[in-house]
């Protein structure tokens, strides 16, 4: 009997130990890097216009890039979610196809589609819509490698909804959008809100398919790369630092949205 206890202590004290490594696996970078070049980083945001205008241009395209997802992925992810159709399976498991594979081969998928080279990317070439090498194509990475965050989160948010409520609009003659207008988007909209807050944070962050198509002008990502590569770690510090704090804003966003929702 006396094992017992003597078993469960060991295994809360190993649980103890291996949460603390993670946690300091975790953390420790994050914190080293704006303990490093955090109070540089904010002197040289005063300063250095590159800089600010990269992290201007990421905060735009991210937030284009979002609203496209949002556009986009709003119908799917409720056919997703109150639709059972042949080959549904199929169509979740492709949209969400963008989050395995490596954001390089993304990219690179992307430019073969979108390039000049390319019949869709010559077209709107032709059509004066430059693709590749243009803010365009940064959202569209953006877009890419993020839309299936908000398409799954959106379709948990629409499945949480009673169908019951639905139905029950629909017999006091509202037709299936005004049914969804009044009732499932309003009960759905704190996790759509945080849907989006997750797209955007994640587009904020993108590296490799941007920097395949399109390298100039730089976001955020790809000028900290660029000083690291061109100058070395010790001019790259103060960018980074600045990046990750500006990465903890959608963090905030999401912890708001949880409390509100906790205490609404």
């Known amino acids: 009997m006396e094992t017992r206890p003597a078993r469960r202590a060991l295994v809360t004290i190993v649980a103890a130990l291996l949460t ?4 300091l696996f975790i953390l420790g970078p994050v914190v080293g890097l704006v303990a490093s070049g955090g109070s540089r980083g904010f002197a040289t945001f005063t300063s250095d216009h590159e800089l600010r205008s990269s992290l201007l241009l990421t905060a735009a395209t991210a937030t284009i890039a979002t609203l496209l997802g949002i556009l986009g992925g709003t119908p799917l992810a409720y056919l997703l979610a109150r ?3 042949p080959g549904r399976s199929v169509i979740a498991a492709l949209t969400d196809l963008p989050l395995v594979i490596p954001h390089p081969v993304a990219g690179i998928a992307l430019l073969l589609v979108l390039g000049r080279g390319s019949t869709v990317g010559g077209a709107l070439y032709q059509a004066g819509l430059r693709v590749a090498g243009s803010t365009t194509g940064i959202a569209c990475a953006m877009l890419f490698v993020s839309a299936p965050l908000y398409v799954s989160a959106a379709r948990e948010a629409f499945a949480r909804v009673d169908v019951r409520l639905e139905s029950v609009a629909r017999t006091l003659g509202d037709d299936a959008w005004r049914a969804f207008a009044r009732v499932t988007l309003p009960l759905s909209a704190r996790g759509l809100t945080a849907a989006a807050v997750v797209m955007w944070a994640r587009a904020v962050s993108e ?4 920097v395949i198509l399109t390298y100039n002008p730089k976001v955020a990502s790809v000028l900290s790369y660029d000083r690291f590569t061109s100058y070395g770690l010790d001019e790259a510090l103060p960018v980074a630092a600045v990046l990750v704090v500006f990465a ?4 905030v966003m999401l912890r708001a949205l949880r409390v509100e929702r906790r205490f609404g």
């Open 83 to 85: 639709r059972a159709f």
């Open 20 to 23: 603390s490594l993670f946690l």
């Open 207 to 210: 590296f490799g398919a941007v």
């Open 248 to 251: 903890l804003i959608p963090l």
